[in-house]
């Protein structure tokens, strides 16, 4: 059975990365006007020069700031109380049952896919096993949400990818048996006594119980680079209030959820200001956050590749691949799940409709932990 029988080829309609689009205008100038109007209207002492170059030209020319506004669900159509409307409700199931079908109410169909095949899961954090919330700091995950993550890697090696530090989704998740790869994958650790199997991996102790575990950090030489980025960035957005500049290692996230919407585009200049002279570092955005990180060709499809060939499942005819996320990040791995040797199925976890690399989705963080718990009683099931 072709696993991507019935899925049409998606088409991505988010603006291109920051980055890219950065390149192409380098040599645009804001107009004196435009500089001068966003410094009265951003009630804040930052000198914005007379002349610039970067994101802001992005957010006129491509529509980045737009990009912006659109990086996580309108309050109109998902609000605290997860009100919808009866309109914004149908044209959410069109597009399930048309483009995504729910993982949940397809659940036999992938599993009569997934009959004696190894199921290997990689799981993201932030919005898929948490809810998204205002403070970065405070997205916990439910105990229910651990023991569904506890019991679903009895039976199948599972992997956490998320952008965040991998120390500090460790600490989130807190389950040893798991394979963490932090910094959009640029950190890779093993549970303990297990091997990555790399050449570049090393073994380090990291517990207090003064257990091995086996890293892989492709990205080691631009922690200094980052390091000093990272304290830039919190000088020059220090006025902006409510903005959070969270340090991942190796990478760095802007947040913005928290700031004033007319002073978005001062946040995307003060950014464009800091990694302006870095040409080793990329600009890439997820939802109401930009992201920092080293230009090397790696991210989270590259991490999951990296994983299978670590477990010894990669062009397994009889391995299933399993990833489950929701942010623009993710759609690295959806991407190599649809179109690279390691055939497997995306799960795009969504309350709205939007184009993805994904084969299903999943509405929100309780129906992933539906989707696990009903993973272990279909494998209990099988004896
Ligand atoms: O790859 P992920 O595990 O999904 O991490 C992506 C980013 O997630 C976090 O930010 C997002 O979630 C926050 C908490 O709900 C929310 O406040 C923020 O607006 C979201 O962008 C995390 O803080 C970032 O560092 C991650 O890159």
Redesign the pocket.
Known sequence: MDIKSGHSSPVMTDSPPLSSARLTIRQNRIPYSSAAALSQNSNLLLTVPRKKTGILDDVKSTGWLDAMKS??PPPTLVNKDNFSTEATDMTYREWMQLKYPSALTSFEKIMSFAKGKRIALFL????????????????YMSSAMRSAVQNVAKYFPTA??????RD??YEFVNLSELYYAGS?GMDIMSPAGESLNHEHSRTVSVNEKGKDVNLFQPASEFLPMIDKVLCSLIESTNDIKGV?V?D?KF?I?V????VEEKNWALVAQCVDDVIRTYPKLRLTY????L?IRPVIDWD?GKAVTFLLESLGLTNCEDVLPIYV???R??EDAFKVLREGPNHGYGILVSAVPKDSNAFYSLRDPSEVMEFLKSLVTWKRSMG
């Not at 993201?124 to 997205?139: Q, R």
């Not at 947040?255 to 928290?258: D, F």
């Open positions: 990086s996580s993201d954090y932030d919005g898929t096993l948490s809810p998204i919330v205002e403070e970065p700091d405070c997205a956490i990818i998320s952008g965040r530090s500090k989704v959009h959070k969270e991942n990478c996230s947040h913005y959820r928290n997820g939802r109401k956050v992201e989270k996320g929701d942010d990040t993710d």
